[in-house]
């Protein structure tokens, strides 16, 4: 058979196909309920939960005032001194007396975000909020954040951050889900391997009228 008449066959038997296509194994998968659970509790609670468990750290802040001795108290207790932040915001707001400009040598690394993750305790970060640096690369992450930003699930996220950005998305989007881990080498679990080894994060409450 030469080559031209075996090619004609191939492109009959498509035709074929495409004219009797096969129906899909599963015609009702479309239309089951999603699995994921809906939320059984307050916001903050769970995002809370999922957070620790994933051995993040958690502090929760009624208003501004409580963010600042939070803040302070936290960083004597661990006799912190190179502090790293590149947000106006923050750098306003914790009044530090001395911040430390060079990522590479900084002990922690401070850093809003976009979003809560509740159902997965996870934050959303981009790059055009803190740029695509400082969460990953100082041993200790402290993100702070607001209640109004917790969302249940990652689909909401993405919409939330499609909604605000527009036609304009960041460069890059990412869910930073507890401290970095891997079990790459002979299944141990290994913290502190491809980003930092701790995570804090502070929730500011903004969604009621507190004292500032």
């Not at 661990?78 to 947000?87: A, F, G, H, S």
């Not at 402290?142 to 460069?171: G, H, R, V």
């Amino acid at each position: 058979m030469s080559s031209s008449s075996a090619r004609t066959n191939i492109l009959n038997k498509i035709r074929q196909a495409l004219e009797t296509p096969t129906p899909l194994p599963f015609p009702a998968a479309e239309e089951l309920e999603s699995f994921i659970q809906p939320l059984q509790q307050d916001l903050v609670v769970e995002f809370a939960e999922q957070f620790t468990k994933l051995q993040g750290k958690f502090i929760f802040c009624a208003n501004r005032t409580e963010l600042h001795e939070q803040f302070g108290k936290l960083c004597s207790q661990n006799q912190w001194t190179k502090l790293y932040c590149v947000e106006d915001e923050w750098l306003s707001e914790l009044q530090q007396p001395q911040w430390h400009d060079d990522i590479a040598s900084s002990e922690i690394a401070i850093t809003g975000c976009e979003a809560l993750v509740a159902r997965t305790g996870s934050i959303v970060l981009s790059s055009t909020a803190n740029g695509r640096i400082p969460s990953v690369y100082a041993p200790i992450h402290i993100c702070i954040a607001y209640s109004s930003q917790l969302i249940y699930d990652i689909t909401e996220a993405l919409e939330f951050i499609k909604n605000k950005y527009q036609s304009s998305l960041p460069s890059l989007i990412s869910f930073a889900t507890g401290p970095s881990r891997t079990a790459d080498i002979e299944k141990t679990l290994v913290v502190g391997v491809h980003g930092p080894k701790e995570v804090y994060c502070f929730l500011v409450d903004d969604l009621v009228n507190n004292e500032e």
